[in-house]
Nanobody, 127 residues
Framework: QVQLVESGGGSVQAGGSLRLSCAAS?????????MGWFRQAPGKEREGVAG????????YYADSVKGRFTISQDNAKNTVYLQMNSLKPEDTAMYYC???????????????????WGQGTQVTVSS
């Protein structure tokens, strides 16, 4: 069964923190090599925020979140996390988790590289 379920979104003030979780079904996690977090604000395209290679330590970040966001994994729980610190109003968006059967490197940020998507969790940052 293919399943990705995000949680942890909410409303915070600028400078605050949130941790998003993406729980994958065993099938989805075991058949994936890469996972990523994307976000989409109203009227904007979906953009890659962070990516991770499940089999190793490789992580990737959009320039806009480097130094503030951290992607990590817990293989025992089939879960990927996105720790978001020093949040800004421009981080406001719907955040999506995605899984890919490919080992992604330079193209981790491309939505078309991912096979499976979650339903999203809303993050709202107020100034």
């Amino acid at each position: 069964q293919v399943q990705l379920v995000e949680s942890g979104g909410g409303s915070v003030q600028a400078g605050g923190s949130l941790r998003l979780s993406c729980a994958a079904s065993r099938y989805t996690y075991s058949s994936s090599n890469s996972m990523g977090w994307f976000r989409q604000a109203p009227g904007k395209e979906r953009e890659g925020v962070a990516g991770i290679y499940i089999g190793g330590p490789s992580t990737y970040y959009a320039d806009s979140v480097k130094g503030r966001f951290t992607i990590s994994q817990d293989n025992a729980k089939n879960t990927v996390y996105l720790q978001m610190n020093s949040l800004k109003p421009e981080d406001t968006a719907m955040y999506y988790c995605a899984a890919s059967s490919l080992r992604l490197t330079w193209n981790w940020y491309r939505p078309t590289m991912y096979n499976y998507w979650g339903q999203g969790t809303q993050v709202t940052v107020s100034s």
